[in-house]
């Protein structure tokens, strides 16, 4: 269902750029790829996805935090920053990495001074292409607190884990 939700947020925006939804639609949906002349009649792009309403709910921000879906691998925390900058005071850009291997994992966040700049940068920036991958930005949602590890109750009380493995490979 997240996948459907996505697509139709990418036709949705891509409807309102300059070229016409019927390329869009020929280049998704078309079963002939050699014909190069647009429909006489493009079809509406709610007569093809359906009705808008799942795509005009998106959830309200209740932080200037955002969570950026979708990035490439060769993304880093300046080209993020850059690309966000223009729609307010960008107070931190961070790219997610692995901790062993140092590369990207393919999302990130950008926090804004208030509310109104990262709804302009959510309108602005939602399924856009950066890198040559179309991104996908949303509300962040708190961070959910890890559990405290538990005690190990099979040690004993020196200090020592007994082993349960039984037989040998010899």
Known sequence: MALS??????????????S???????ATFCSSPSSSAPAP????LSSIIGDD?????????TTPKLFISGLSRLTTDEKLKNTFAPFGQLLEAKVIAD???GRSKGFGFVRYATLEEAENARQGMNAKFLDGWVIFVDPAKPRQ??????PDTDSSHTGFTSNKT???CG
């Open 5 to 18: 939700s996505q697509l139709r947020r990418l036709l949705r925006s891509s409807a309102s750029v300059s």
């Open 20 to 26: 016409p939804p019927s390329s869009i639609l020929r």
């Open 41 to 44: 009649n493009p079809p509406h």
């Open 53 to 61: 309403t799942e795509v005009s709910n998106v959830p309200p921000l």
């Open 99 to 101: 901790r062993i291997s």
């Open 145 to 150: 607190q890890k559990p405290a590890p538990q």
């Open 166 to 168: 039984v037989g040998w």
